[in-house]
C-alpha cells in the first residue's frame, strides 16, 4: 500500500478531495433558510474548509482563514473560487457547532462502506468514540478550606 504524501501538501489534499462526501453533507446540514443572515457557502464547502484545519500545518481556524487566500490549492479543496471571498473563523465556529455526533457519525459510516464492502462481512471494525465519555472538568475546581488535603507540619 502506497503512503500518503505529506501533511499539507497539494498531492494529499487532492487524493482526499475524492472521498468527501459532499452531497451527504448539504443534506445532513442543510443551509438555512428563511429570516436572517444569506450563507455565503454551502455545507460541502464549509466542512472541507473544517477538514483543511486537520490537513494543513494551519491548527487554529484564525491562522486558517488568514492563509486560506494565499493557498490556492487549499482554495481549491474547499471549493471557495475567489480570494476575497474565504469563510470567516467566526463562520467556521458556528459551522462546527451544526455538526453534532450523530451527523459526523453519519459521514464515518458513508465512508467506512465501501472499505466494509470491498473486505467482506468477516472483518470487524472497531471505531474510537470518545463522545459517551465524561470530561474530567472538576481536576482545577477550588474546594473549601475543610475539604482539602492537610499536612501535619514536622
Given at each position: 500500500?502506497?503512503?500518503?504524501?505529506?501533511?499539507?501538501?497539494?498531492?494529499?489534499?487532492?487524493?482526499?478531495?475524492?472521498?468527501?462526501?459532499?452531497?451527504?453533507?448539504?443534506?445532513?446540514?442543510?443551509?438555512h433558510k428563511g429570516r436572517g443572515r444569506r450563507?455565503?457557502?454551502?455545507?460541502?464547502?464549509?466542512?472541507?474548509?473544517?477538514?483543511?484545519?486537520?490537513?494543513?500545518?494551519?491548527?487554529?481556524?484564525?491562522?486558517?482563514?488568514?492563509?486560506?487566500?494565499?493557498?490556492?490549492?487549499?482554495?481549491?479543496?474547499?471549493?471557495?473560487?475567489?480570494?476575497?471571498?474565504?469563510?470567516?473563523?467566526?463562520?467556521?465556529?458556528?459551522?462546527?457547532?451544526?455538526?453534532?455526533?450523530?451527523?459526523?457519525?453519519?459521514?464515518?459510516?458513508?465512508?467506512?462502506?465501501?472499505?466494509?464492502?470491498?473486505?467482506?462481512?468477516?472483518?470487524?471494525?472497531?471505531?474510537?468514540?470518545?463522545?459517551?465519555?465524561?470530561?474530567?472538568?472538576?481536576?482545577?475546581?477550588?474546594?473549601?478550606?475543610?475539604?482539602?488535603?492537610?499536612?501535619?507540619?514536622?
Amino acid at each position: 500500500m502506497p503512503a500518503l504524501p505529506a501533511v499539507g501538501s497539494t498531492e494529499l489534499l487532492e487524493r482526499l478531495s475524492l472521498y468527501v462526501p459532499d452531497a451527504l453533507v448539504c443534506a445532513l446540514i442543510p443551509r438555512h433558510k428563511g429570516r436572517g443572515r444569506r450563507t455565503e457557502f454551502s455545507s460541502a464547502q464549509l466542512f472541507r474548509t473544517l477538514l483543511l484545519s486537520v490537513l494543513t500545518p494551519a491548527r487554529s481556524f484564525n491562522l486558517l482563514c488568514r492563509m486560506l487566500p494565499e493557498n490556492r490549492a487549499w482554495r481549491r479543496f474547499a471549493f471557495l473560487p475567489r480570494k476575497q471571498a474565504v469563510p470567516g473563523p467566526r463562520m467556521l465556529h458556528e459551522f462546527r457547532q451544526k455538526l453534532p455526533p450523530a451527523t459526523l457519525r453519519a459521514v464515518n459510516a458513508y465512508l467506512l462502506l465501501p472499505l466494509l464492502d470491498h473486505f467482506g462481512a468477516v472483518t470487524t471494525v472497531a471505531v474510537i468514540d470518545a463522545t459517551d465519555l465524561r470530561a474530567a472538568t472538576n481536576a482545577y475546581k477550588k474546594t473549601a478550606p475543610e475539604n482539602s488535603l492537610r499536612i501535619a507540619p514536622r
